[in-house]
């Protein structure tokens, strides 16, 4: 899931801010080459969120955009499982109700050739786990 999040007092500052006025608030971009990522472009299309010219700074990398969101600069777009922690220790809050299905997806791959180490193992199961979570919570 997508979610749009801010700093706690930006949100409170625009608690009358709903889903479809995202448009008016900085919103905090990542300009990153990576195909299955959404930006604020894409995510406002397919909420059929009208758009017109985004403002907001443009960041390189993911973490900055969302170290600018809790300093208070605006509002960043980011993936549930990315954002979970910062927004359980309330460093982050979620902006509107707004919540899109993300985009793309990732696999886990090994040699079959070859054979895994013990950490590689356990890495193994626990992405197996927090994937079923992660699975069974949308549900």
């Known amino acids: 899931m997508a979610d749009p999040v801010c700093d706690p ?3 409170q500052e625009h608690s009358d801010v709903a889903a479809e006025c995202l448009h008016e608030l900085p919103l905090l971009h990542v300009e990153w080459i990576e195909p299955d990522s959404a930006g604020w472009d894409e ?7 009208p758009r017109e010219p ?4 443009r960041f390189s990398k993911f973490f900055v955009a969302l170290q600018a969101a809790q300093a208070d600069q605006g509002v960043a777009v980011g993936w549930h499982r990315l954002l979970r922690t910062s ?4 460093k982050l809050v979620r ?3 707004l ?11 090994w ?3 070859r054979t895994l180490s013990l950490w590689a193992q356990r890495l193994c199961e626990w992405l197996r786990k ?10």
């Open 9 to 11: 007092g930006f949100a």
């Open 43 to 49: 995510i406002l299309r397919r909420a059929r969120i």
């Open 54 to 57: 985004l403002r907001g700074h």
């Open 87 to 90: 927004v359980e220790a309330g």
């Open 95 to 97: 902006t509107t109700d």
């Open 99 to 109: 919540e899109l299905d993300a985009q793309g997806g990732y696999y886990l791959t």
């Open 111 to 113: 040699n079959d050739n």
């Open 130 to 139: 927090i994937s079923a979570e992660e699975r069974d919570a949308r549900s």
